[in-house]
Every structure is written in structure tokens, then in C-alpha cells.
């Protein structure tokens, strides 16, 4: 099994807080209670110690929060930043909220970062809903290379997991690998994302 050394380095409310860009980014976004915290507590091994708050109700989390990656340094791969940017669809507050969390994720997009590619998380059960088709062709717009990853996978019965799977991909996905399945505290599709993702950053940098 891989193993990250990670730190929290920053947790930004607005757009002033965002840190200047030093290093690689990849970006995780997708729909409020999508399963992003587990995701990440999940690829840091911290499911004992968690460092990103699970929550029951959607849209709770607003900061783009940062997380500084070291991979193994026998594996040969580079620093990066792993940034954790708010759910959107069911931003709790109404309309102020979801126009903070439009002028946060602005700034951090036109704020001439180093984001080399963004993992795009989608909830297997329903696919991609409207405002998952919103923010691909958002990232189209910027010619933003993603990778799509599927979580929640094991809320849908193993019977019909494979037909749902080829059932989305048939539909095309622009996704730098096949799209992945994550089954929620899994450590088999976190390590495969552990190796996965500082190859993919080597890859799109060197292109």
C-alpha cells in the first residue's frame, strides 16, 4: 500500500485568503455530499484522525481548503498541493452563500495557478446530474484536463454495478484514465489514486 505525508497548509474563506501558488495543484470538486471528505480522509489515511469534516448536511463546507502532498521519495514523484474546493448545488444559505462560493472558486480559477488537472466526483447512484454537466463544459471552457472518479460506489448492489458503469461510460466521459469507482472508506481505490495521481501531474506537465 502507498502512503502520502500530507499537512494542512491553508483553509480559505475568500478569495483574499488564497495562498499564492507555489506548487502543482489538483483540484477536487464536485456536488455537496458527494462523498469529497471521505474521499480525502481517505487518500491522507486519516479515517482515525479525520482532516476533512464528513458532514450530514450538504453544502455545509465553504472554504477551499489546502493540503501539501509528499509522496514516497523512493517513487520519485514531486511535491503537490491537493486542494479541496466547497461542494456546489445545495450551498446552505441560499443565494449570498452560493454567490460566495462562485466568487471563492473564481478566484481561484482565474487566479493564474498551477492547477494541472481536477478530479471531478460524481455520485454513481445518480451519474452526472445537471450541475455535474455545468462544470464539464466549465472545465471544457478552460481546456481543464479531469479526471471523473465515482464515489458512493458501495450504495449500489454489486448486481448491478458493472452494467451501471458501462451504462455512464457509454454515454462518453472525458476522463484522463477510465473513470474510477470508490467505495467509500476502501483502501484499494485510494491506493490506486495514490499512485495514480502524482503519475497523471508528471504526465500533464511534461506534455
Not at 481546456?143 to 458503469?165: E, N
Request: charged share 25%.
Amino acid at each position: 500500500m502507498i502512503h502520502w505525508k500530507s499537512e494542512t497548509v491553508c483553509t480559505a474563506w475568500k478569495a483574499s485568503d488564497l495562498p499564492k501558488p507555489s506548487l502543482p495543484e489538483v483540484v477536487l470538486v464536485g456536488r455537496s455530499n458527494v462523498g469529497k471528505s471521505t474521499l480525502i480522509n481517505a487518500l491522507l489515511n486519516r479515517m482515525g484522525h479525520k482532516v476533512a469534516f464528513v458532514s450530514s448536511k450538504p453544502g455545509k463546507t465553504r472554504s477551499a481548503n489546502f493540503f501539501k502532498i509528499y509522496p514516497p521519495c523512493d517513487a520519485g514523484e514531486d511535491v503537490f498541493f491537493l486542494v479541496d474546493i466547497p461542494g456546489y448545488g445545495y450551498a446552505s444559505g441560499g443565494n449570498r452563500a452560493r454567490a460566495e462560493w462562485w466568487k471563492l472558486v473564481n478566484a481561484y480559477f482565474e487566479g493564474g495557478r498551477d492547477t494541472v488537472f481536477v478530479i471531478h466526483l460524481v455520485d454513481f447512484r445518480h451519474g452526472f446530474l445537471a450541475g455535474d454537466e455545468q462544470l464539464t463544459s466549465w472545465l471544457d471552457s478552460m481546456d481543464m484536463p479531469r479526471l471523473v472518479v465515482f464515489t458512493k460506489g458501495d450504495k449500489t448492489p454489486k448486481s448491478k454495478s458493472k452494467a451501471l458503469y458501462n451504462q455512464y461510460i457509454g454515454r462518453g466521459i472525458v476522463s484522463v484514465l477510465p473513470p474510477i469507482v470508490t467505495y467509500g472508506r476502501n483502501d484499494e481505490a485510494a491506493d490506486y489514486l495514490r499512485v495514480q495521481i502524482p503519475q497523471i501531474i508528471r504526465e500533464l506537465k511534461n506534455a
